[in-house]
């Protein structure tokens, strides 16, 4: 069965430096992995997503996320954190595709907390 | 670009009563998904459908029921609601094809006192 792992409640990171948030996962097959930010009383925000090629995904808002076939990892970085950044991440990954079985599985989430 | 749009955004409801959310995709997308998110918690899929046909279900309770129209939205119907329904209700919509992304509206906070 596929899953998701975020082994991180919170992240806290002082504005200005690096951020990782870490994601793992465990699927048969080829992984299709996702990453989404919720801000507060809001939908989910695509990010970027790993399908196949470059190990290393840009998305959003200066995001980035590097794929790790041989760690099964697929942690979210940023070169420089913002305030603005404080939210929750959410690591997910796409059922393996067959006719009925699409459907996303989310991590339990991250919340990271950027300081001033 | 247009999003996807649900509505209401907020609904409140006494326990028993019936609810119903709607969904209405990206133009062009043919696929809709509906995830459940408790407080604190990660999204659980419910329900999607591809070109108005259920295809896949996941832990959705039988009092729920959900169908897609020829105009593509989604509606997903709430009878006998209980005090632990209450959560944020998100559409997601797809263009169906293997690798594309799920979009996600900006949801529906269901309350059931």
């Known amino acids: 069965a596929q899953s998701v792992a975020q082994p991180e409640d919170q992240v806290n990171v002082a504005e200005g430096n690096p951020l990782t948030v870490k994601c793992t996962y465990s699927v048969s097959g080829n992984p299709y992995l996702f990453w989404y930010v919720q801000y507060p009383n809001r939908g989910l925000q695509f990010l970027l997503k790993?399908?196949?090629?470059?190990?290393l995904v840009k998305g959003s808002y200066g995001f980035e996320a590097e794929f790790n076939k041989s760690q099964t990892s697929f942690h979210l970085k940023k070169p420089s954190a913002l305030v603005s950044d404080s939210a929750l991440y959410f690591c997910a990954v796409r059922a393996q595709r067959n006719y009925n079985t699409d459907k996303l599985i989310f991590g339990t989430g991250t919340r990271l907390q950027v300081f001033p | 670009a247009a999003g996807v749009i649900q509505s209401p955004r907020h609904l409140i409801k006494e326990k028993r009563e019936t609810a119903t959310l709607k969904c209405y995709p990206i133009p062009r997308h043919d696929t809709v998904y509906w995830y459940q998110q408790g407080p604190g918690q990660d999204p659980q899929f419910l329900i999607s459908?591809?070109?108005?046909?259920?295809?896949d279900k996941g832990s959705i309770p039988d009092r729920f029921s959900a169908q897609q129209f020829s105009d593509y939205h989604s509606e997903l119907n709430m009878s006998s609601l209980e005090l632990g329904d209450s959560a944020l209700y998100f559409c997601?919509?797809?263009?169906?094809?293997?690798?594309?992304?799920?979009?996600f509206g900006p949801g529906t906070r269901l309350t059931v006192l």
């Open positions: 459908f591809y070109e108005k046909m259920q295809s």
């Open positions: 997601a919509s797809s263009s169906g094809l293997v690798t594309d992304t799920q979009y």
């Open positions: 790993y399908i196949t090629g470059d190990n």
